[in-house]
């Protein structure tokens, strides 16, 4: 399985988010998959998209029962 990888760096600049929200996040168990290469973070891009695509919403607030 091949995918793209990005830095924290290049995730943050997309979604408008520091590399520090990013760390917490991660720390969190929160926002997109992750990969660690020694001490490098990374994130493919099939995974961004996939939580990119969970976060849509159609109403603010708690959902519908």
Known sequence: MTSELM???????RIE????VLANWR??????KFI????SVRYR???VEEWLDL??????GQQAS
């Open 17 to 20: 988010k520091s590399q520090a």
């Open 45 to 47: 891009v099939a995974d």
């Open 7 to 13: 830095k924290p760096a290049d995730l943050g600049a």
């Open 55 to 60: 976060q849509t919403r159609q109403q603010t």
């Open 36 to 39: 660690k290469i020694g001490k």
């Open 27 to 32: 720390y969190l168990g929160r926002g997109p």
